[in-house]
Every structure is written in C-alpha cells, then in structure tokens.
C-alpha cells in the first residue's frame, strides 16, 4: 500500500462529500461515491375518498431498468406493505404477488410502462391514514440521470384523482435508506 504524505483520509476509505482536498492520491482515487436512486414522496395524509393508489413508472431508456417499489401504510405505525397489483403496458402481471404484501422487484423493458395499484387496508376507518411510496433502483448505470419517470396518484372508486394525493415525479424526494 502507498502511503501518503498529505494529511487525509483516502488511505483508510473514508468518503467525506463536499471536502475540497489538495492530496493528489484522494483526487485521483477510482472509489467514488454512489449517488443514491432512492425516492420517497414522504407522508401523505390520504383523501378520505381515495380508495386506491396508483404509481405509473416509465422506463425512457433503450435498456431494461429494475425498480423495487413500495406503498407502506402509515396508519398502525408498523409501515406494513400495502396489497399492489402490476400492469405492464395494460396487461395484468397477476404472477408477481403471492398472496401476500410484499415490495415489487420487476425489470421495466425498454421503452415500457409499469402502472401499480394499491389498496389502503382498512380504509372505512382512517384513524391516522398516511401512507408512502417508495421507489428505489441501482446506482449504476446512471444514464440517463432520470432512466424512469414516476408519478402516484390517489383515487376514487370512479378512477378520479383525489386533491392532496398526487405526487410528480419532480416533488419526490430523494432519500436514504440504511
């Protein structure tokens, strides 16, 4: 191992974001930080009309992008996973769920769009009805920096978004998940 003469950090793989350094062996280290591809719209207190959540994600690249996507309900403070179903260009994805709640794991063809459909639990007594979605996917590649676009929406039983329950792409968040 080299050892350096400067007074930094790069010979013990220490990583600190927005440090200017002067040592030429941390300038020009291969290890670089991994931008993060994880997304959350935050809370969300549910319309009290909204009876399904639906999260449209579209892969605009000319590759294939794999996204895990979550829908927690709030409510019980236990962030459980809500029922999903999976459209993949309109066509239903009934193979992907197992009965149980569980994150999507699905690779998005090229050029393709996933809808999701979740369903609140209990949604005829919403004590505290706050939910979240989620969406997650590898670091790398980033190319495009956006691969796929997502939005939600919260709507009704007649298929009307609901006031307070739409999130666009541009208003999630990026997150951190550790």
Request: aromatic residues 8%.
């Amino acid at each position: 191992m080299i050892k350096s003469s400067c007074n930094c950090d790069c010979d013990k793989k220490i990583i600190r974001l927005n440090k200017v350094s002067s040592c030429p062996i941390c300038s020009s280290s291969p290890f670089q930080p991994r931008v993060p591809n994880d997304f959350t719209t935050g809370a969300i207190w549910r319309n009290p009309a909204t009876e399904m959540i639906v999260v449209t994600l579209l892969n605009k690249t000319d590759t294939p992008q794999t996204v895990t996507m979550s829908v927690l309900d709030w409510q019980s403070c236990s962030q459980e996973e809500m029922p999903k179903e999976a459209f993949l260009c309109g066509e239903s994805l009934p193979s992907l769920f197992n009965g149980a709640p569980t994150p999507l794991i699905f690779t998005i063809p090229a050029k393709k769009l996933l809808t999701v459909h979740a369903t609140p639990q209990n949604a005829w007594q919403p004590v505290d009805p706050v939910y979240e979605v989620l969406i997650m996917f590898p670091p790398d590649p980033i190319t495009p920096p956006d691969p796929i676009i997502f939005n939600t929406w919260g709507i009704n039983n007649t298929g009307v978004p609901q006031e307070g329950n739409t999130v666009l792409h541009h208003q999630f968040q990026r997150a951190i998940f550790i």
